[in-house]
């Protein structure tokens, strides 16, 4: 009894929820992949940025959190030329073969290219690009690095300080001598509300690639990843995820599955590239992996892609559904599980659906509390065998956040409610 009143517990919530917000999402990166595309889940709302109009992205959320990433995405190239800074004056791209090549982190965001040198392994004061001076309490430039890009140019490029803004200068590679160095400071006073600020050693100049942090959960991108095999990098086209969210991957080939047991990473590249891949007739997508994008607030998407276009249009389409309440079913005893929907609730009605299966003798009731921890609203629930839907009018109650304690007999549970 217990098992056929869960699965019907949980189907009646999961239907209801696929109907009334599955969402099919078009977007295109462009022929060739030209376009980053931000998007927001809750807001349905994509940001789109223009691939090659940055070189290098510096992490710009603390004074004390260093991050220097490299476009590898539109195929720049970075090397450590050296790793004194005397070594900025005699840098000869004959020599490049001597080069050790740097590449981004496609888990952690903050784990560039410039970070990862032949002093990042080294315990402090060494800090990636550089050692830090406990005198000053400044990072001091250490590592020489080069530039090349597509077309075969180099840039040289040296950040001589960090304390809250990154000081570096640059010089180009005419084919006969670098020209005169160019000296730029990017503070991380910045675009306060992004995660990074960009520069273009291109155009000389600062500007902006990335909506606001609070404004996207992924971006479509190219990147660099290792693929092993066969051992080495490959420029790949995939997804990467804002660290404000956290990521479950789940193979289900028959739909969503009942309460599915979900594991949740923070590494940026959970969803990544291999959603889809090569057939004899073109790229295949897997609609079978689904992806739940979980936020702070504990309100999860189902996201699961549906089609690729590939280079030609960088077309491509995914379904997205809020499966928050699908997902919220406690188990309060052996005997008795429930949920609550919908949640957040806009005009502060809410249902609880709950299930007893076996008669116990336990009164089930429910509580709410404010934050304070004053109790706000009770009522008692049936406490007979069955199935229940019961609507609770929560109208007299101010706009916020509560707490929802159901409990039945010596056992408890609360969950987190929200009414707008």
Known sequence: MKINLHILFVTLISVMYSQAQEVTVDISMGAGYSNEIYYKLSTQTETVFTANQWDIAFLRTSIFDLGVRVNDGVGIQVFEAANTPAGYDTVDVTNESTWTQLYNSDTNWSSGAFMNTSISGNPFPASGFGNYNGGNNTVEGQIVFVLKYPDGSYKKFFIETYLGAYTFKYSSWTGSAWTADITETVANSSNPNNRFNYYSLQTDSEVI??????????????????????????????????????????????????NPSLTYLDNMNTIGYDWKAFGGSGIVVDSNQAFYIKYADDTVYRLTFTAFSGTSSGDLTFVINNVTDALSIADVSQNVSFGIYPNPSSDKQINLVYDVSALDGNNNNVAIYSSTGQKVYETALKSNSGFYNKSLDLSSLSSGIYVLQFTSGAFSTTKKIILN
Do not use: C
């Open 209 to 258: 690639a990335e909506p606001a942090a609070t404004d996207w959960d992924f971006v479509f991108r190219k990147y660099n990843s290792f693929l092993n095999p066969p051992g080495q990098y490959y420029n790949v086209t995939g997804v990467l995820h804002n660290p404000n969210v956290e990521i479950a991957q789940n193979d289900e080939p028959g739909g969503m599955l009942m």
